[in-house]
Nanobody, 123 residues
Framework: QVQLVESGGGLVQAGGSLTLSCAAS????????LAWYRQSPGEQRELVAS???????NYADSVKGRFTISTDTAKNTVYLQMNSLKPEDTAVYYC?????????????????WGQGTQVTVSS
């Protein structure tokens, strides 16, 4: 019922910047929250940043002051602006959405993941 499509990953030198985007589509009634996670080889997936429908944000300590999460509600899109990138930020970044969706008169709530986008920071 809901699809998430990410873009914006790539290769960047340490100290550089990248912006990730994630567009949600489908039978969306309301997006309750959006988040970015990342996973490095051999590591567990970890929360990077999240934002609620009310605009409250939360960041992992490791990215505070360097990353900014934001949304364009008209486009159902979430962004992750990443500045001062470090080699340890190298990972696959995943978009996550908590969505209330509808089908006819029926609605429900679900949690959805994007396909992931690779971010590589070279030293």
């Amino acid at each position: 019922q809901v699809q998430l499509v990410e873009s914006g990953g790539g290769l960047v030198q340490a100290g550089g910047s990248l912006t990730l985007s994630c567009a949600a589509s489908g039978s969306i009634f309301r997006i309750n929250s959006l988040a970015w996670y990342r996973q490095s080889p051999g590591e567990q997936r970890e929360l990077v940043a999240s934002i609620t429908s009310g605009g409250s944000t939360n960041y992992a300590d490791s990215v505070k002051g360097r990353f900014t999460i934001s949304t364009d509600t008209a486009k159902n899109t979430v962004y992750l602006q990443m500045n001062s990138l470090k080699p340890e930020d190298t990972a696959v970044y995943y978009c996550n959405a908590d969505v209330t969706w509808y089908r006819g008169i029926y609605s429900s709530r679900g949690n959805y993941w994007g396909q992931g986008t690779q971010v590589t920071v070279s030293s």
